[in-house]
């Protein structure tokens, strides 16, 4: 079966943010470029937060701090999210997804919310 898989989540505190990763299962992640997506609580829509592409360079959203940062592990088949400095305002489901086919994946979605 072809899927992305999320781990991490939970309840943090403000300013920590254990990295975030992705990975694929039944495909080989090394050929895709791999996005990150967050959906903050009430908002319309999901929130592009950058990708990551298959050599490696990571590009953000305009208006994305750079608290943010985007990786990959074409070995491991892995993409991560790693968020400096987390605040309240990050408290958000957060996705990944790549293009397959005709279609995307995503991955399952973790909340994380940020609270003292």
């Known amino acids: 079966q072809v899927q992305l898989v999320e781990s991490g989540g939970g309840s943090v505190h403000p300013g920590g943010f254990p990295r975030r990763s992705c990975a694929a299962s039944?495909?080989?992640?090394?050929?895709?470029?791999m996005s990150w997506y967050r959906q903050v609580p009430g908002g319309k829509e999901g929130e592009f937060l950058g990708?990551?592409?298959?050599?490696?360079?990571?590009t953000y959203a305009y208006g994305v701090e750079g608290r943010f940062t985007i990786t990959r592990d074409n070995a491991k088949s892995t993409t991560y999210l790693q968020i400096d400095n987390l605040k309240p305002e990050d408290t958000a489901v957060y996705s990944c997804?790549?293009?397959?086919?005709?279609?995307?994946?995503w991955g399952q979605g973790t909340q994380v919310t940020v609270s003292s």
């Open positions: 990708y990551v592409d298959k050599g490696g360079v990571a």
């Open positions: 997804k790549t293009p397959f086919g005709f279609s995307s994946i």
């Open positions: 039944g495909f080989t992640l090394r050929n895709f470029d």
